[in-house]
Antibody, heavy 119, light 107 residues
Framework: QVQLQESGPGLVKPSQTLSLTCTVS??????????WGWIRQHPGKGLEWIGY???????YYNPSLKSRLTISQETSMNQFSLKLSSVTAADTAVYYC???????????WGLGTLVTVSS | EIVLTQSPATLSLSPGERVTLSCRAS??????LAWYQQKPGQAPRLLIY???NRATGIPARFSGSGAGTDFTLTIGSLEPEDFAVYYC?????????FGQGTKLEIK
């Protein structure tokens, strides 16, 4: 059973960089044509795609976040990560990592982690 | 970016009833439309992918249909555990986008 777990600070100060890591267990990170993505949900609101990294290491960023965003992977550690710079209160959200099986729709998700941007 | 509009925003129904949820895209997404269920404090759960294919382990009472710009999710007979928020999501264009959700509540 594939499991994903987000980790990182729950509180980030405005203008700083939000950094999260997703650790994948229960399956090989590199086998299968899987992509790995990040999605967020503002408190009480709907879901927003942040971006993803494909099986060749190419990244796809939401244009609304592209200038501040970096998604990378560390295959030897079965991890991928998210860095979002120059955060503001508008970046306060629950951040989910997810597997895109075969590059399709997210089928396995992490539990989500709430990141609050506040001084 | 493609805007997905879900209707209605909220539905109040009783267990055993049949329900159809709607998702309309601002332009064609071909068949690349998925449906998710989300319960409070939980991550979304994939129900349907490519408009009409049930994901692994999803009960047969969930079915999806549609293509192009108009899609529906039907729950044949509501079970108590089906009361949740439902989102549609397209993967035809980047950025992928979600609808705003339909909340299914117990009447």
């Amino acid at each position: 059973q594939v499991q994903l777990q987000e980790s990182g600070p729950g509180l980030v100060k405005p203008s700083q960089t939000l950094s999260l890591t997703c650790t994948v267990s229960g399956g090989s990170f590199t086998s299968g044509r899987h992509y790995w993505g990040w999605i967020r949900q503002h408190p009480g609101k709907g879901l927003e795609w942040i971006g993803y990294i494909d099986d060749r290491g190419y990244t796809y960023y939401n244009p609304s976040l592209k200038s501040r965003l970096t998604i990378s992977q560390e295959t030897s550690m079965n991890q991928f990560s998210l860095k979002l710079s120059s955060v503001t209160a508008a970046d306060t959200a629950v951040y989910y990592c997810a597997r895109l099986a075969g590059g399709y729709d997210p089928d396995y998700w992490g539990l989500g982690t709430l990141v609050t941007v506040s001084s | 970016e493609i805007v997905l509009t879900q209707s209605p925003a909220t539905l109040s129904l009783s267990p055993g009833e049949r329900v159809t949820l709607s998702c309309r895209a601002s332009e064609s997404v071909s068949k690349y439309l998925a449906w998710y269920q989300q319960k409070p404090g939980q991550a979304p759960r994939l129900l349907i992918y490519d408009a009409s294919n049930r994901a692994t382990g999803i009960p047969a009472r969930f079915s999806g249909s549609g293509a192009g710009t108009d899609f529906t999710l039907t729950i044949g007979s509501l079970e108590p555990e089906d009361f949740a928020v439902y989102y549609c999501q397209q993967r035809n264009n980047w950025p992928r986008t979600f609808g705003q959700g339909t909340k299914l509540e117990i009447k």
